[in-house]
């Protein structure tokens, strides 16, 4: 096969093209089909920036998540270590603030 971007000569099975590295084979990120061409599948008609775009702000929200479940971990850790010199005075604080960030449910 040819390159379409360079006409160099390539492999059938090449992925990309050995002269200018241009990528000769798309693998769709939804049900892995091969094609020629990218931005949607032959197979299944996933628009792969969008398909890859959603997995990405799935990927944060998760991390987001996880960052806040460890800051309040960390929070309540300081607020039990530090409980014989203030008297619980940051746990209760900490715990105030959790209630009043909730709102009503």
């Known amino acids: 096969?040819?390159?379409p971007k360079c006409q160099a000569q390539a492999a059938d099975t090449a992925r990309f093209?050995?002269?200018c590295h241009a990528t000769l084979r798309y693998v769709c990120p939804a049900c892995a089909h091969e094609q020629r061409?990218?931005?949607t599948c032959e197979k299944c008609g996933v628009d792969f920036l969008?398909?890859?775009s959603a997995v990405v702000s799935s990927k944060k929200i998760e991390a987001d998540r996880a960052r806040?479940?460890?800051r309040q971990n960390t929070t309540l850790a300081?607020?039990?270590l530090a409980l014989p010199f203030d008297m619980g005075?940051?746990?209760l604080r900490n715990l105030l603030r959790g209630l009043r960030g909730r709102g009503p449910q």
Request: positive net charge; aromatic residues 10%; glycine residues 14%.
């Open 17 to 19: 093209c050995p002269r």
């Open 78 to 80: 300081k607020g039990v």
């Open 89 to 91: 005075f940051s746990l």
């Open 50 to 52: 969008k398909y890859l």
């Open 68 to 70: 806040d479940r460890t």
């Open 37 to 39: 061409h990218g931005g």
């Open 1 to 3: 096969m040819n390159c």
